[in-house]
């Protein structure tokens, strides 16, 4: 009984790590919603960045 345990716990927690590691390849709505709220927080720094350039050559002239 005891070698069937042992034979039974390696296949159950592999059985588990599969499930885990095929749960985590879909995205739900949260890592959809930081990634769009990523780009958009990189699309405000682009136009500061763009921005802070033209008031510095303005500036100069």
């Known amino acids: ?3 069937f345990y042992k ?3 390696p296949i159950l927690l592999s059985l588990m790590l ?4 095929v749960g985590c ?3 739900g709505p949260a890592e959809n919603a ?3 709220i990523d780009n958009q927080v990189e699309k405000t720094q682009e ?3 763009e921005n802070a350039e ?3 050559d303005y ?3």
């Open 1 to 3: 009984m005891i070698n």
């Open 7 to 9: 034979r039974l716990i």
């Open 18 to 21: 599969a499930v885990a590691v």
């Open 25 to 27: 390849d879909k995205q």
């Open 34 to 36: 930081g990634e769009a």
């Open 47 to 49: 136009a500061i960045d």
């Open 54 to 56: 033209k008031a510095r």
């Open 59 to 61: 500036i100069k002239e």
